[in-house]
């Protein structure tokens, strides 16, 4: 798999899920998969083509994609996830059912995002960075509590809009964990380049 930073779109639900059946997978959902790469992103990785690969085979339970297309999906999912998060016009979207599906599949699916989404972050060991400010520590509680979602839920107006509020929480939550977490790296490498000796001049 080639990662390279060519604008794509975001592969939708439906597209990873139909992915999932041609590569056998049948207990993770897309949501899950998108999850944890965003994870992975919000707190500061950037991921090689095999460090992506062996993060995808481990969650789909899997020694290796088997179709090249699978590969492609993939690739693109990652790509166009950092190129949401890195574009400053507030774009990135979460891969979710579309509102046409049942209420309670689209809660399930939000919840599995975020539980998947705190297992890549975590990794990073994040989640006890000192570094991080109160905010930041009070949103990933938060993703906690929202990975916990009901999927019981009936199909009214009420929880409709209360799961699109919950819905654009999470949205604006990683972008605003990703910002302060990327940037404080992007600070480390300045100061790291900083402190390099500058090249040497001895001739």
Not at 8 to 31: T, W
Request: with cysteine; aromatic share 6%.
């Amino acid at each position: 798999m080639s990662l390279e930073n060519v604008p794509v779109d975001l592969p939708d639900f439906e597209l990873i899920a139909n992915m999932f059946v041609e590569e056998g997978v049948r207990a993770v959902s897309p949501s899950e998969l998108h999850g944890v790469i965003s994870g992975h992103l919000a707190a500061g990785a950037r991921l090689k083509s095999a460090a992506l690969e062996k993060i995808v085979n481990e969650l789909l339970d899997i020694e290796s994609l088997s179709q090249d297309s699978s590969k492609s999906v993939v690739t693109n999912l990652y790509t166009a996830t950092l190129g949401c998060m890195e574009s400053m016009d507030l774009e990135f979207d979460m891969v979710l059912p579309d509102d046409e599906d049942e209420i309670s599949m689209r809660a399930e699916s939000l919840g599995r995002w975020c539980q998947s989404f705190l297992s890549g972050f975590g990794l990073y060991g994040k989640h006890t960075d000192a570094s991080l400010s109160p905010e930041a520590k009070e949103t990933l509680n938060d993703l906690g509590q929202i990975a916990q979602i009901s999927s019981d839920l009936e199909e009214l107006d009420e929880n409709e809009a209360d799961l699109m509020e919950v819905q654009e929480y999470v949205r604006m939550a990683v972008l605003m964990l990703f910002t302060e977490c990327n940037k404080a790296l992007e600070e480390k490498e300045k100061e790291f380049a900083k402190a390099k000796p500058e090249n040497n001049r001895l001739h």
